[in-house]
């Protein structure tokens, strides 16, 4: 889960958060009156070091307008 913290109390503890950012590698986002308005991402040598975490993570379709059934979503199970 992404950290969130608002504006006004990332202000005073910036490097603290960008410690945290670096160490752990998540994401901080920072916000504004509870709206998301920046986000923190620790730093990667290769550009496509995040697209490598998705390799063999696309499921192939084979006829993607097919009606799917009910039963099929795994967000319902």
């Known amino acids: ?3 969130r913290v608002s504006k006004s109390k990332f202000k005073p503890h ?3 958060y960008f410690r945290q950012v670096q160490e752990t590698g998540e994401e901080l986002i920072i916000t504004d009156h509870a709206k998301p308005v920046l ?3 620790p ?9 490598k ?3 063999n993570s696309v499921i192939k379709l084979t006829d993607p307008t097919e009606p799917v059934a009910q039963e ?6």
């Open 14 to 16: 910036a490097l603290k």
């Open 39 to 41: 986000k923190i991402v």
């Open 1 to 3: 889960m992404k950290s």
């Open 72 to 77: 099929d979503w795994e967000a319902l199970k």
């Open 53 to 55: 975490q998705l390799r």
């Open 43 to 51: 730093f990667t040598e290769d550009p496509l070091e995040e697209i």
